[in-house]
């Protein structure tokens, strides 16, 4: 959808208009459930984070939000407010998820009988891995990578999602790799 057109959802959605809830709602629970995952949301309690995020997100449209074309990024960071909030109060548990964009689920859709068992099994194997290397990252630091690598946002994005300077998200983002890629020749060894 053109910039346009996701303002003038935008606007509907703060009006409450009914398709304009429904887009919004289509367009972000999937990507804003993988994000709690991430973070170490438990499954159980991702879907009222995502309600809650969702309404504090229409009142937040309703008193005020101005920042154009940045609704995604302001989004992710109400469900990652909303999140910390949640774990705070309810003792959130973490757990390393299995992602609905990994590897294994993008290729459910394959015809299994074209999938070769072994490559399947390594794959598996270094989704375990990785998901187990980004899950020894600081906070911080894989709340950055989880925004860049696995969400798409920019470092300008990440920046206003995390209320810190670019410069200070390029390091995160830089020691982190550093750590993951030490990590996994680890593991690889």
């Known amino acids: 959808m053109n910039p346009t057109g996701?303002?003038?959802?935008i606007e509907g959605f703060r009006n409450g208009d009914h398709a304009?809830?429904?887009w919004v709602v289509d367009r972000y629970y999937a990507p804003l459930y993988n994000l709690l995952l991430r973070l170490g949301c438990r499954r159980d309690e991702a879907e009222d984070v995502i309600q809650e995020t969702l309404l504090?997100?229409?009142k937040g449209l309703r008193s005020g939000y101005s920042d154009r074309g940045r609704f995604r990024p302001w989004?992710?960071?109400v469900a990652i407010n909303t999140f910390r909030d949640h774990a705070g109060k309810?003792?959130?548990r973490r757990e390393i998820p299995v992602e609905g964009e990994s590897l294994a689920a993008q290729a459910e859709g394959l015809d299994d009988s074209a999938a070769d068992p072994a490559e399947a099994?390594?794959?598996s194997e270094d989704e375990r891995m990785v998901r187990a290397a980004v899950e020894g990252l600081s906070d911080q630091q894989r709340l950055c990578v989880i925004l860049r690598y696995f969400h798409g946002l920019s470092i300008r994005e990440i920046a206003f999602v995390t209320r810190c300077p670019c410069g200070t998200v390029k390091s995160r983002l830089h020691t982190a790799l550093k750590q993951l890629k030490s990590s996994l020749a680890g593991e690889m060894e």
């Open 75 to 77: 989004l992710y960071r």
């Open 56 to 58: 504090k997100a229409a």
């Open 6 to 9: 996701e303002t003038a959802i």
């Open 121 to 123: 099994a390594i794959r």
């Open 90 to 92: 309810a003792s959130a």
């Open 20 to 22: 304009a809830v429904a």
